[in-house]
């Protein structure tokens, strides 16, 4: 038995999650351990996939992604946003590390609107509107994304701080809330493209999400 079999094997509960099972995923990044888990409020099914000794290092100080479920983006490779480059980047960065968590939220489609509100959103934006006014014109919230689950998961996993790969301030502050500690914010800052500039200038200027990189393209891009 490995050192992540002996962590995570068998069922557990951890506040409002049910660690259902844990189970070898080898992908293109590396060999991870996906371990699934019954949010048992909302009743969704969440995953995490766990890279390498995360508990070597006493759970302290854990590189991890808490991402935000993107059907369009993370599957169909939408250029609207940046989730999907977000997701591989993360990887591929936790596999760098040696060890890390990327916790994969469901329900958080649409910033927590759902897949077919977020297309009628994205459908708005198309006609002129921002990602703020989108969701608004829908008689629909911001953001309606709550990460107590994935604060959950991590305690669950035995991870008590994180460095935590994000540009959302709200992950950061969710995380300290419910318990676990950020010892930085790491930057995940993908290169913006035609298609979603004007998402992303919406995000830093409304949600205000750190994303110093557009300094240099908003002014000629808009």
């Known amino acids: 038995m490995t050192e992540i079999d002996g962590v995570l094997a068998g069922k557990s509960q951890s506040a409002g999650v049910e660690r259902v099972v844990s189970s070898p995923l080898p ?14 409020t909302r009743g969704d099914e969440q995953v995490a996939l766990v890279y390498g000794d995360i508990r070597g290092a006493r759970g302290e100080g854990i590189l991890t992604r808490l991402h935000s479920e993107c059907l369009t ?10 989730c999907g480059p977000q997701l591989t980047t993360a990887l591929r960065e936790i596999a760098a590390e040696g060890r890390g968590v990327l916790i994969y939220l469901r329900g958080h489609e649409g910033r927590g609107i759902g897949l077919l509100a977020k ?37 669950d996993l035995g991870v008590r701080s994180v460095r935590l790969m994000s540009n959302n301030p709200r992950k950061r502050e969710a995380l ?11 930057p995940l800052l993908i290169p ?11 995000k830093r200027e409304r949600l205000d999400h750190d994303l110093p990189h557009l300094d240099a393209v908003v002014g000629h891009r808009v």
């Open 119 to 155: 297309l009628q959103a994205m459908k708005l934006q198309s006609e002129g509107l921002d990602t703020v006014e989108a969701n608004l014109a829908l008689g629909l919230p911001v953001d309606a994304r709550d990460y107590g689950v994935g604060a959950d998961i991590l305690h």
């Open 192 to 202: 913006p493209c035609d298609d979603n500039i004007t998402y992303l200038r919406t």
């Open 27 to 40: 992908t293109v990044y590396g060999d991870f351990e996906a371990v699934g888990y019954l949010d048992r």
């Open 73 to 82: 983006g993370d599957a169909f490779g939408s250029r609207h946003c940046e």
């Open 176 to 186: 300290v809330r419910n318990g676990i500690r950020v010892d930085a914010q790491v």
